[in-house]
């Protein structure tokens, strides 16, 4: 059955298309990641879908009706920009912002599950950067909401941080909510997501798997200080695309660069690459990883981070 829709949408803002014709489904029960360059669209999504504005055309619905009120109540929601007030404990805000519901869970039972059992009689606050997130979920799930709504929710946390609080959404929906959720932190994607939805001007450019979305580029990336020019290695057979990751780097092969070949068979790549006669050290294969896949579907090259390596 079908949680969220978006039928032939568009909406504008004067001459501002912020989205064009996007139609997008989302059934009960899957994490879904809404992804995408700032601008892109994601924040808009996330307002039709709360009814705070109307689409231009085209239309939406959640849990098979169009969103407003009514539906609200059924919907938890953690946006970016949430603002709180500053003399009130963990305990009392989640228990007054919940009793807006219809079903309210018991606020005890909820601050266990985001691990904030500790800080209920803490004013806000006192609270850390991954406490407050934690908080925000605590807000979001204290009505057993049948959709979750998750806007960056672990902006700004470290690694351990994103962690826990996952493992926290997941106890928290354990009765099969849908969730859609923004982010920037693509390896989070690949590891909690079933499917991947990626806007850009507007538009979805992608919708699938992220182990799709990986197969979309070469399956294997080549990691290489060389001397090669890059015209000799896209030459190479079975590269699709090459990546200057470091330009002149110090090194005692000369003129060498850091790149990053996108390769259907590293193996045969590699090679060929030591018969053309240069020199090819500091040699790393990886899986590509979902991350090459949307910047490459986004027409981006330029790589955040590199890849786990592969075993």
Known sequence: MTA??????????????????????????????LLGPNGAGKTTVFELLLGLTRP??????????????RRRRRVGVMLQSAGLPDHTTVAELVHMLARSYPAMLPIDEVLERVGLTRQARRPVTAL??????????????AAAPEVLLLDEPTAALDVAARRSFWDHVRASVEGG????????????????ADRVVVLQAG?????????????????????????????????????????V???????????AR?????????????????????????????????????????GTTQPTHEPEPRG
Request: no cysteine; aromatic share 2%.
């Open 4 to 33: 969220l829709r978006l039928n032939g949408v568009h909406k504008r803002y004067g001459d501002l298309s912020a989205l064009a014709d996007v139609d997008l489904e989302i059934d009960r029960g899957e994490v879904v990641a």
């Open 56 to 69: 231009s055309a085209g239309d939406v619905q959640v849990l098979g009706e169009p969103p407003g009120p």
């Open 128 to 141: 850390s950067g991954g406490e407050r997130q934690r908080m925000l979920l605590a807000i979001a799930v």
């Open 177 to 192: 909510a849908t969730i859609l959720f923004a982010t920037h932190d693509l390896a989070e994607v690949d590891a909690i």
């Open 203 to 243: 538009r979805v450019i992608a919708d699938a798997t992220p182990a799709e979305l990986k197969h979309t580029v070469a399956a294997t990336v080549v990691q290489v200080t060389t001397d090669a020019p890059p015209q000799i290695l896209r030459g190479l057979p079975e590269v699709e695309r090459v990546e």
């Open 245 to 255: 990751h470091d330009n002149g780097i110090a090194s005692d092969i000369g003129d």
């Open 258 to 298: 850091r790149l990053r070949l996108f390769t259907a068979d590293a193996e045969r790549t590699l090679s060929q690459l030591l018969r053309t006669g240069h020199r090819a050290i500091d040699l790393r294969v990886t899986d590509a990883a979902l991350e090459d896949a949307v910047l490459h579907l986004t």
